[in-house]
């Protein structure tokens, strides 16, 4: 579940990056900015500003790639096996 993995993922970020999960329909609002349409969706924002967008379910591995490669200068304290798992 997508949810799990966000929340293990969310554990080893730095305390400079936010995991934040929402409820679709509790916040439509978030929705309606970000023009989210599937779920699950997740969004690498900064500053307001959609930097990436990830769409279906995705494993640890490619979360954390991903975020990687989008935002440089954070670095996790963790980085996945070949099988996606985190130390």
Known sequence: QQSKVIDEIAG?????MRIVKINVDQSRQIVRLYSISSIP????IRNGLELKRMVGLKSKREI??????????VS?????????RLP
Do not use: E
């Not at 080893?12 to 400079?16: A, E, L, T």
């Open 64 to 73: 954390i790639k991903i975020v990687k490669r989008s935002l440089p200068l």
């Open 41 to 44: 969706t997740i969004l690498l």
């Open 12 to 16: 080893k970020v730095p305390q400079k």
């Open 76 to 84: 996790f304290s963790a980085t996945p096996d070949p099988d996606g």
